[in-house]
């Protein structure tokens, strides 16, 4: 008892002594707070993937088969649309796993950890081979470059001049199409839409490309009055010039940024 009022005895001068100290040098010392309410907590932003949160297996930036596989799974139960099956984590995703989860009265980490794992993987299949890389789709016994075979795709074959807008391996349209010059070659390869142009003026050559959809540089998807009135007796300045006004227009409205350019030859 002697030893507990001897240490309370202490603290208080101890107590007393900083005080003392604090107030010779100008300084006030308040009381420790006697309640919570006292206290106040720093508000802060949550980024990223706390410690305090399950283990994500894939997440925002993942990639690979293994991602593929994921995806494969979420088109199976038409939470996410064939376009986005890339091997990439992305947006579209994300905003599936979310889906699923709410589904599952699981949190809505919109990521994959592994009981988000698990519940999928007992509600769909293993994906087999088609569902993970479909076959290209085939025109006039022909197949199409195999980069057209899923999502939503412009491909567009320089062999047989040909545009074909394809939605999940499924052509919708075709077009007649023409391209550039020996010196203004259309570049060929895997583009995206960038940008949509329905009453594009060209400042280079001054000239009209109406219904414009660009996806390399100034290289762009248009009709051309050129072609339609020529035909392949002219050439265009490295566009992919279409002479149909009737399909083009109805293409233009269909096409989003973001959308797959193929450019090949068969």
């Not at 949160?53 to 997440?59: D, T, V």
């Not at 999928?120 to 479909?134: D, G, I, K, N, R």
Request: hydrophobic share 40%; charged share 20%.
């Amino acid at each position: 008892m002697r030893a507990l009022i001897i240490r309370n005895v202490l603290a208080g001068v101890v107590s007393g002594a900083v005080i003392a100290a604090l107030a010779g040098l100008g300084m006030s010392a308040s009381a420790a707070p006697t309640a919570t309410t006292d206290l106040k907590t720093v508000p802060f932003e949550v980024s990223g993937e706390l410690p305090i949160y399950p283990k994500a297996l894939y997440k925002n930036g993942s990639s690979g088969t293994s991602v593929r596989k994921v995806e494969a799974r979420l088109v199976q139960l038409k939470l996410l649309e064939k376009r986005y099956q890339d091997n990439d984590f992305g947006t579209m995703t994300r905003s599936a796993v979310k889906k699923f989860q709410k589904s599952k009265g699981i949190p809505q980490l919109g990521y994959v950890d592994q009981n988000t794992w698990n519940k999928l993987s007992a509600v769909t299949h293993e994906p087999t081979q088609a569902e993970l890389f479909p076959p290209a789709p085939v025109v006039n016994g022909k197949k199409l470059d195999a980069r057209c075979a899923t999502g939503v795709a412009l491909c567009i074959d320089k062999t047989t001049r040909k545009l074909r807008y394809v939605v999940d391996g499924v052509v919708k349209m075709q077009l007649d199409v023409r391209f550039g010059a020996v010196k203004t070659a259309t570049r060929e390869g895997s583009f995206t839409v960038g940008w949509k142009s329905r009453n594009h003026v060209s400042k280079l050559y001054d000239s009209k490309m109406p219904y414009a959809m660009f996806f390399s540089g100034g290289q762009a998807v248009h009709y051309s009055s050129d072609f339609a009135a020529r035909g392949y007796n002219g050439a265009s300045h490295g566009c992919v010039n279409v002479r149909d006004l009737g399909k083009i227009k109805v293409l233009f409205d269909e096409v989003n940024v973001g959308d797959k350019v193929i450019v090949y030859r068969s």
